[in-house]
């Protein structure tokens, strides 16, 4: 999944080995990761992006079943989340075909594996963020092939058709995914209590050795102050966040977001910094902390408390940041003294 990943749990090392938890674990990881992924060409996912247009293509249930959670969020959003923003993601430089870029260049050169002091990494990252704004032509061009209603979903059959030309792309909910799936594996083991955590996402269950309920810290855009925005206590459920403040451009001034808005094909100018979402599934909360980040503070909050759904923004403000919290979010925030 390119990112790391932390399990922690209660039991006796007799009971359930540390190599043997984290075997399963890795396994469970490592097979959404090779279904799902975007960065490997023969992945199940990728076979369907090559797929013929107009034929339905089978898959594995649980690829489906994600994205029809995928396409109900869209739903809800009025597009604003959408699985098929690939084209206008590689556009604006954060997606799989830059990254693809960089292999292909470290492949050519030996020396220059350690990314860190790759001069050819450092020119693409110059090249790619700090300057370069597409132009219209090629962001309509870009959105000509972006569209969730023009992909068919059949949970019965087990297919996706693209009725256009389409890339999806679960990357904003197949990390959320892999954590669910890390703790199906868990409690296949008879693991009852437990923390996973897989590139920020996080899912709790039970409690820790002391009794305690798991409390985990939101950071927040001011990770230079006090390191934590607020602490909450899921009770079994996941927390997700997203946020523009560690993966943006400047040109001129002005902020680019990582995240793409589906609908008018620019990232995100709003003034929203992070979102943190808890739900049931780490995999929902992940694609809502996306849909979040693209509705902003306001129409975000709204939804939030219309549906009923955890949420709590950070955004910018001209004398730093500000929070505002669903009220669906705030019986698991921890009163600090």
């Given at each position: 999944m390119g990112t790391t990943y932390n399990v922690s749990y209660v039991a006796t090392l007799f009971s359930h080995p540390v190599k043997d938890v984290s075997r399963v674990v890795h396994d469970a990881l490592s097979d959404v990761d090779q279904r799902m992924s975007t960065y490997k060409p023969d992945s199940e996912l990728m076979q369907f992006n090559r797929a013929p247009v107009g034929e339905p293509f089978k898959l594995s249930s649980d690829i489906v079943q994600l994205v029809q959670e995928a396409q109900e969020i869209s739903d809800i959003?009025?597009?604003?989340?959408?699985?098929?923003?690939?084209?206008?993601?590689?556009?604006?430089?954060?997606?799989?075909?830059?990254?693809?870029?960089?292999?292909?260049?470290?492949?050519?050169?030996?020396?220059?594996?350690q990314l860190a002091n790759a001069p050819e990494f450092v020119k693409w990252i110059e090249d790619q963020y700090p300057g370069h704004i597409p132009d219209e032509t090629a962001i309509q061009e870009a959105l000509a092939k972006v569209g969730y209603q023009s992909l068919t979903v059949?949970?019965?059959?087990?297919?996706?058709?693209?009725e256009k030309e389409l890339f999806v792309d679960l990357s904003s909910i197949a990390k959320g995914y892999g954590v669910?799936?890390?703790?199906?594996?868990?409690?296949?083991?008879?693991?009852?209590?437990?923390?996973?955590?897989?590139?920020?996402?996080?899912?709790?269950?039970?409690?820790?050795?002391?009794?305690?309920?798991?409390?985990?810290?939101?950071?927040?855009?001011?990770?230079?102050?006090?390191?934590?925005?607020?602490?909450?206590e899921p009770l079994d459920k996941a927390l997700a966040t997203s946020g523009d403040y560690l993966n943006f451009f400047?040109?001129?001034?002005?902020?680019y977001s990582h995240t793409i808005n589906p609908v008018t094909g620019w990232p995100e100018a709003k003034r929203v910094a992070e979102v943190a979402v808890i739900a049931d599934?780490?995999?929902?909360?992940?694609?809502?902390?996306?849909?979040?980040?693209?509705?902003?503070?306001?129409?975000?909050?709204?939804?939030?408390?219309?549906?009923?759904?955890?949420?709590?923004?950070?955004?910018?403000?001209?004398?730093?940041?500000?929070?505002?919290?669903?009220?669906?979010?705030?019986?698991?925030l921890v009163k600090q003294p």
């Open positions: 959003s009025d597009g604003a989340y959408d699985i098929t923003v690939g084209p206008l993601v590689n556009l604006w430089g954060f997606g799989p075909t830059q990254w693809a870029a960089v292999k292909e260049s470290q492949d050519d050169d030996s020396d220059s594996h059949d949970t019965e059959g087990s297919t996706l058709t693209r669910d799936r890390a703790a199906a594996a868990l409690r296949a083991q008879g693991i009852e209590d437990f923390i996973v955590e897989v590139g920020g996402e996080v899912l709790v269950q039970g409690v820790k050795p002391n009794g305690k309920l798991w409390r985990l810290a939101v950071i927040g855009p001011e990770m230079g102050k006090n390191g934590v925005s607020a602490l909450v400047e040109v001129d001034g002005k902020r599934t780490s995999a929902r909360a992940d694609a809502l902390a996306t849909m979040f980040m693209v509705l902003g503070d306001e129409k975000g909050l709204e939804l939030a408390n219309r549906l009923g759904i955890a949420a709590r923004f950070a955004y910018y403000t001209d004398e730093g940041f500000e929070t505002v919290t669903s009220e669906a979010f705030k019986p698991y």
